[in-house]
Structure formats: C-alpha cells, structure tokens
C-alpha cells in the first residue's frame, strides 16, 4: 500500500503504448529535368532549331551558325563573315555606314560604304569625295554564285552595329540607325528622310553599341537564291542594282566637330549546291520557324542598343510567347494535360480495370 499523504506517480502516456516504427517520409517527386536547347514559355516549348534560328537573327555577331528550319529539311554550309571599320562626320558634319547584306555573301564585290572627314555630302552615297568602299571576308567570291551547279544561299542573319570612338570632347550630336521596312534601297536618302520612318531609331553617340538587324520581309528572302533575295538582280555579276538597307547616319552638333565611329557589319547565310563543300545536314522545324518569322516582324524592325545574348534571349522568349497562342501552343497544352491526367489517375484506371478483369474470368 502506499504510504498516507503520498500521491501516486503518473502514468507517461505512451507506457502502454507498443513500439511503433514512424512512417517514413514522403520522398518529393524528382522533377525530370528540362532539355538543353528549349525555352518554355506559356507551357510551349521550342524546338531546338527554331531556338537556335531566333538567336542567329538576333545575335548575328557570335550566335549558333543555325539554319532556317523550313520545310523541307535541305542540307546546307553555315557560314558567318564580317567587315569592320570606321566611319567619320564630314566636311558638312554628316557621316554614316550604309550595308548591303545580300552582297556581303561576296568577297569581291563592296558591301560597305562609309564617310570619311572629307566628305562633303548630306546623304547616304556610294560614290564620290569622302566615300570609302568595303568588302566582307567569306569563302565566295561573285562568280561562285549562280543556277545551276553553282551556289545559290539564303540569309540567316544580319547585324549592322556602330559605337563613338572619338574624343569626349567631340561626343555629342544625332545618331540614327534604320533597316529599310520593305527592303528597299536607302542610298541617297539624307538625315531627313531617313529620320521620317517610323522604325528608324535615334541614339545620343557613346561608348555603348547601338544595333540595327535585318529580318526577312518577303518569301523570296526566305528561298534560296543566286543573289539570297535580293531586289537587286538575278545574279551578282550582271547589272545588279547596289541594296543598301541597313545604316547609321551622324549628324554632328556642329560642322566643325569631326566625330568618329567604330562598326561591325556581321552576315551569317546558308548555301546549297553542287559546287559547295562543308554541308551538313539540316532539321526541319515548320511550326517553330512559322513562330520566330512572326515574333521577329514585331520586335526586330527597329534599332536598338542592347548586348546581342540580351537581344536573343528577349526574341526566343516571345517566340515561346507566339507559340503558346497558336495551334502548336493549344495542341501542346492539351498533351501535357493528357499526361498529367494519366499520371495522377493511371493506377486507379488500372486497378479497376483489373478488378472487372478478374470478375468475368
């Protein structure tokens, strides 16, 4: 007995409990890593030639060496050539850098036309005082291209870039940056008509490169060709009409001010033919490549003065946009809820179904 006045200890409440062993936890589901090469947006993923063609368009300069994945798939050399220089404010305190990108696939022909101090001028020329021819650095020379078992290429991507290079002293005026909207040729346009498109870009001249680029705008660009598209001929040795469509103009604060600039013109293209060595083959994207054609005619037709993988990320980004509002984006998403239907509802389906299964045996 216990002893008077004395409480009685109390029970722990797991004294009649047995051992139990604690259910283990639930391990989280591992999450299937994404593919290299696609951008999800909106649910759609890109494929990764449409990807890889949205960041040539945009970044000409160091993008992949990619292919327009139309249909059909033909195998084709990537090739990526550039010209770089400098350009000056004349004698009137205008200068510029006017490009052709459909004949900078030569290497014998000038693609490139910039002002030196001399020159007199107002307007975008090719000829005269003060105007300074220059040419691209590919494998091809005019006489490559042609019908038949000669060459025949399409461009990839375009980039015309310029930054200030003068003294701090002497920085100041307009810069403005254009690609022609239809393709049609700027020589002899001045600051003012150039100035009056809507896509033509204003920029204060610094340290920073402002970019213009091109994109295709008619189904020609988008076939191979003797002369990639261009307006400007059948063939690049017969009287083919100089296209430039892509510059930069300067106008100085004042005349007296010789300012100075540094460009980049870039070209990346494809060719087929009999004659054309380093094919590889291609992949075959229509519904990708329908995506990036449509997104670029609504963010890449006016300059701009951000870095290339900044540009390109910002285009495949909207491409994956575009894409998850179109058939592909609406075909996607019911597959995927298709998929995650089966994956949380599978066993059950399974189960019953074997459990009818078994009765009718």
Request: hydrophobic residues 35%.
């Amino acid at each position: 007995m216990q002893a008077a006045g004395k409480k009685s200890k109390p029970k722990r409440k797991d004294q009649n409990k047995s051992n139990t062993v604690a259910p283990a936890e639930k391990q989280p589901r591992r999450q299937r890593p994404r593919a290299r090469g696609k951008t999800m947006a909106a649910g759609q993923a890109l494929s990764r030639p449409a990807v890889e063609y949205a960041r040539a368009m945009a970044n000409p300069f160091s993008g992949p060496l990619a292919t327009i994945p139309d249909f059909p798939s033909v195998p084709s050399r990537r090739i990526r050539c550039f010209s770089r220089g400098y350009f000056y404010a004349g004698t009137a305190g205008v200068g510029y850098v006017l490009a052709d990108p459909y004949l900078a696939a030569t290497n014998d022909l000038n693609s490139v036309y910039t002002s030196d101090s001399t020159y007199p001028g107002t307007s975008l020329a090719v000829a005269g005082l003060g105007v300074v021819p220059g040419k691209t650095n590919p494998d091809y020379s005019s006489t490559d291209f042609g019908i038949g078992a000669l060459a025949q290429g399409r461009i990839i991507g375009a980039g015309l870039r310029v930054k200030y290079s003068g003294t701090e002293l002497n920085r100041g005026g307009v810069l403005l940056g254009i690609t022609s909207p239809n393709h049609q040729s700027l020589v002899n346009f001045d600051f003012t008509d150039v100035d009056k498109f809507d896509c033509s870009v204003r920029f204060r001249p610094g340290e920073k490169w402002n970019t213009t680029l091109y994109c295709p705008v008619s189904q020609d660009e988008l076939l191979y060709g003797p002369t990639l598209g261009s307006k400007g001929g059948s063939d690049f040795t017969g009287a083919y009409v100089y296209q430039g469509l892509m510059a930069f103009m300067i106008q100085a604060p004042t005349v007296a001010v010789g300012a100075a600039f540094q460009y980049e013109f870039y070209l990346v293209y494809e060719l087929q033919g009999v004659a054309v060595r380093g094919i590889v083959p291609s992949v075959s994207d229509p519904t990708g490549f329908s995506a990036v054609q449509t997104t670029a005619q609504l963010t890449m037709m006016r300059a701009h003065d951000m870095h290339p993988d900044t540009r390109a990320d910002l285009l495949v980004q909207h491409v994956g946009q575009v894409a998850a509002e179109t058939i592909s984006g609406w075909a996607g998403r019911a597959a995927s809820s298709a998929l995650n239907w089966v994956e949380h509802n599978g066993s059950s389906v399974l189960s019953a179904l074997g459990t009818g299964l078994s009765l009718l045996a």
